[in-house]
């Protein structure tokens, strides 16, 4: 069974960076694509970004555009969501999640991601 483990949050300052990771055990993580989401109290889980099984990057969300990148590093069975020019409303709970697919779809909903990790907080603030 695949199970995520998210790190990597933390406190940072508005325009700052940070890095988070999502490494996986009990599968090869390069057989799947994998999101991040973000959540805040009292709302849904937002999409943020997805890397396709190949490589190929999918924004979630328009706000993160230009500011956020997804990588992968397929030896360590790890992604990496790199966020930078950190704003305030980018405190929330960030997951990464898996349906087991090798691509990304914008579209899907939450609950067909059969694998969520428990997540990193992430908090802006001065």
């Known amino acids: 069974q695949v199970q995520l483990v998210e790190s990597g949050g933390g406190l940072v300052q508005p325009g700052g960076s940070l890095r988070l990771s999502c490494a996986a055990s009990?599968?090869?993580?390069?057989?799947?694509?994998i999101s991040w989401f973000r959540q805040v109290p009292g709302k849904g889980r937002e999409g943020v970004l997805c890397?396709?099984?190949?490589?190929?990057?999918?924004a979630f969300s328009d706000s993160v555009k230009g500011r956020f990148t997804i990588s992968r590093d397929n030896s360590k069975n790890t992604v990496y969501l790199q966020m930078s020019n950190l704003k305030l409303e980018g405190t929330a709970v960030y997951y990464c999640?898996?349906?087991?697919?090798?691509?990304?779809?914008?579209?899907?909903?939450?609950?067909?991601?059969?694998?969520w990790g428990r997540g990193t907080q992430v908090t802006v603030s001065s």
């Open positions: 999640a898996t349906d087991l697919g090798p691509f990304c779809f914008p579209q899907a909903s939450t609950d067909e991601y059969d694998y």
């Open positions: 009990g599968g090869f993580l390069h057989n799947y694509a």
């Open positions: 890397i396709s099984k190949h490589g190929d990057a999918t």
